[in-house]
């Protein structure tokens, strides 16, 4: 049983350019949560998403934005992008509607560098 | 924002020494979980611990919880190198969906 998969996993970019990372979420989960994680930081909540709709989103400007397909895989776009965008962004998977008393599984994210 | 503060920010202990680390948090919650890092990869987690709970063991693991003063501690008995990463408390928020917050973590090294 896979866990929690990211793709890719560095990736490179230049200011003003857009990217999308990719999320497969552990079998069996169909709520996805992205985080942004900068050098020495906890993890800073992005958004989540549930039935292919955005539920819950932190204090991220709309630069970011995201999508969940069907299959509960989901995307985090990131448009415009600026230098602070550096960062290892997680994903993560959980089961929606336990009132958050199931642990959330992480993949091991994908290390963002903007030049 | 972050929920969570987790003290101290790093520490420092010798190998077979125990480790303990604190959380305190902001506002009322379903459950605690701490989680553990190496070298800026994926987040593992450790241990839930549910608000109605005040203690919860896991193998060289030991979580206290006490709602009434918003703080949580992690005890790691006889420490090991591997046990060198980052560990970090996350909350939800009661009435919230599922939604965890995290706090800036502790940075934990085992010396040999």
């Known amino acids: 049983d896979a866990g929690v998969t990211q793709s890719p996993t560095h990736l490179i970019k230049t200011r003003g350019q857009q990217v999308t990372l990719r999320c497969s979420p552990k079998?069996?989960?169909?709520?996805v949560s992205w985080y942004q994680q900068a050098l020495g930081q906890g993890p800073q909540f992005i958004f989540q998403?549930?039935?292919?709709?955005?539920?819950q989103r932190g204090n991220f400007p709309d630069r970011f934005s995201g999508h969940q397909f069907p299959n509960y895989s989901s995307e985090l776009n990131v448009n415009a992008l600026l230098l602070g965008d550096s960062a290892l962004y997680l994903c993560?998977?959980?089961?929606f509607g336990q009132g958050g008393n199931t642990e959330a599984f992480f993949g091991q994210g994908t290390r963002l560098t903007v030049v | 924002s972050q929920q969570g503060e987790e003290d101290p920010q790093a520490l420092s202990i010798q190998e077979g020494e125990n480790a303990t680390m604190n959380c305190s948090y902001k506002?009322?919650?379903?459950?605690l979980q701490w989680y553990r890092q190496n070298s800026g990869r994926g987040l593992v987690h450790l241990i839930l611990?549910?608000?109605?709970?005040r203690e919860k063991h896991s193998g060289r693991l030991r979580v206290t919880l006490d709602t009434s003063k918003k703080s949580s501690s992690l005890l790691i008995t006889a420490s090991r190198a591997a046990d060198t990463a980052s560990y970090f408390c996350?909350?939800?928020?009661?009435?919230?969906?599922?939604?965890?917050?995290f706090g800036k973590g502790t940075r934990l090294h085992i010396l040999p």
């Open positions: 998403y549930y039935e292919e709709e955005e539920r």
């Open positions: 993560a998977s959980s089961i």
């Open positions: 506002t009322s919650i379903n459950n």
């Open positions: 996350a909350t939800d928020q009661m009435n919230r969906d599922d939604k965890i917050i």
């Open positions: 611990i549910r608000s109605n709970e």
């Open positions: 079998s069996g989960h169909d709520t």
